[in-house]
């Protein structure tokens, strides 16, 4: 009998457990998949702390994710203590690139004011503006958006601090298996697994990822709220002296097809190149000559020197996409039993310390609940997907 069954041991889960207070003295975190920790998709992350990337911050979710990053700093603080390693936080800011008209008119006149309207610091530069903050940065470059408070984090060693802080806490209990169903019964959970035994609880949560939709389907979520969209990045050696200051994130359009370029520095002799975004794909491994294909075009135009890196690996995930590009984050029955928190798309990593923070104070009923924790709550309610919602 576990006060708290968490289905899903990827960053969302584990973020969940570790945050959970003292009054959850025994945690039980399911995870099927025991290589989840290096090669599960929070791993495959690219390391970017970016509440105001791509086009869904409006409506609420970048205020929710700023509040995340304001978090992040104390938040792998802790982790790494708990892990006994050390983890880092690089305060690098982020350079949105264009390279071309299309692009620059975007972030000029669509991005920026909106930006403004939200009081987040950003500024725009023109491409010899932006190349003296990054070296890096090619002549194609014509114009960048520089938001200054964003981060770069490396999510393997998040992920395997995470995985060490939950094995060294004794309150929490990692069982390798399939879960096959989540239930309300006789006002407690029960956690059927596909081995056959069910583990019973007072509560559970369901961070599945981009699978969640198998188990929250009976509790109202219908199953095509989730698309999972598979994405790669390339690992890659950087030469001494070759290393980005910024993350730098631009997007390309070629024949009605939408291109991502994303680089996140890495401590030490590493960076990441994404992303790719293959909706149709539903194979989760990595595939290194298609993610090259992808990502080596455009890397060269925005940082040619770094399209020249030694690649040493790729990585591949399935990013747990919703059909609004909101997460879910609440109660999903009556009796408020089970609680979902899944479905952060392209976002998991940044949002995983808030998430945790609203999940901790709704499993402890805390009240009253500030004005930023309705709102966010308020947004990420998985009762909008309930059947005859409107949403
Ligand atoms: C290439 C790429 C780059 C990205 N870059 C960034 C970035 O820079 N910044 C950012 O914020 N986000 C980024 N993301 C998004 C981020 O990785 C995800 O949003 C996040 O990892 C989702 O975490 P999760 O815990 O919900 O899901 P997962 O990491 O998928 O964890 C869910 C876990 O549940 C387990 N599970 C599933 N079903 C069951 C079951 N039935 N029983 C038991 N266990 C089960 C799975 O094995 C898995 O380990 C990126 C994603 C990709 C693919």
Redesign the pocket.
């Known amino acids: 009998m576990y006060d708290l069954i968490i ?7 584990c973020s969940v457990a570790e945050w959970s207070g003292a009054g959850f003295a025994r945690i039980c975190v ?4 025991p290589n ?1 920790v290096t090669e ?3 791993a ?7 509440p105001f990337l791509g086009d869904h911050w409006a409506g609420g979710l970048g205020a929710m994710a700023a509040r995340s990053r304001d978090l992040y700093r104390g938040w792998v603080k802790r982790v790494g203590a708990k892990a006994g390693r050390p983890l880092h936080v690089r305060h690098t800011g982020l350079l949105q690139l264009a390279i071309d008209d299309v692009e620059t008119d975007r972030l000029q006149n669509k991005v920026l004011p909106h930006l403004d309207a939200c009081g987040v610091d950003a500024t725009m530069l023109t491409g010899d503006e932006a190349r003296r903050r990054e070296p890096l940065l090619g002549p194609e470059v014509r114009a960048a958006l520089e938001q200054p408070a964003d981060l770069a984090v490396e ?1 393997m060693r998040i992920m395997d601090a995470l995985h060490r802080a939950l094995r060294a806490d004794d309150r929490v209990e990692i069982v390798y ?4 169903a989540v239930a309300a019964a006789g006002g407690r959970v029960e956690v059927v697994l596909a081995d056959g035994r069910t583990l019973h609880g007072e509560r559970a949560v369901v ?6 939709g ?2 929250l389907e009976r509790h109202g979520v219908p199953a095509q709220v989730f698309q999972a969209v ?4 390339l690992d890659m050696r950087v030469p001494r002296g070759g290393a980005p200051r910024y993350l730098s994130d631009m997007v390309t359009h070629e024949s009605g097809d939408e291109r991502v370029v ?1 680089v ?1 520095p890495y401590r030490g002799d590493r960076l990441a190149a ?3 975004f293959e909706r149709h794909e539903t194979d989760p491994r990595p595939v290194l000559t298609k993610a090259r294909d992808l990502i080596l075009p455009n890397l060269r135009r925005a940082l040619p020197r770094v399209a020249d890196y030694e690649i040493v690996g790729s ?6 996409r919703t059909l609004d590009d909101i997460p879910l984050v609440g109660f999903v029955d009556p009796d408020r039993r089970i609680l979902a928190a ?1 479905g ?9 310390p808030r998430t945790a923070q609203l999940v901790a104070g709704l499993l402890e009923d805390r009240a009253p609940l500030g004005a930023d924790d309705r709102a966010d709550l308020a947004l990420c309610d998985p009762q909008r997907f309930a059947a005859g919602a409107s949403a």
């Open positions: 289905v899903g041991g990827g960053i969302i889960g399911v995870e099927q998949d989840t599960g998709t929070s495959a992350a690219a390391g970017g702390v970016t999510p298996a399939r879960t096959a961070a599945a990822g981009h699978r969640s198998g188990l598979k994405g790669q990045i994303f996140t994404g992303a790719t990585r591949a995930g399935m990013r747990p899944t952060h798309s392209g976002l998991g990593l940044t949002l995983a």
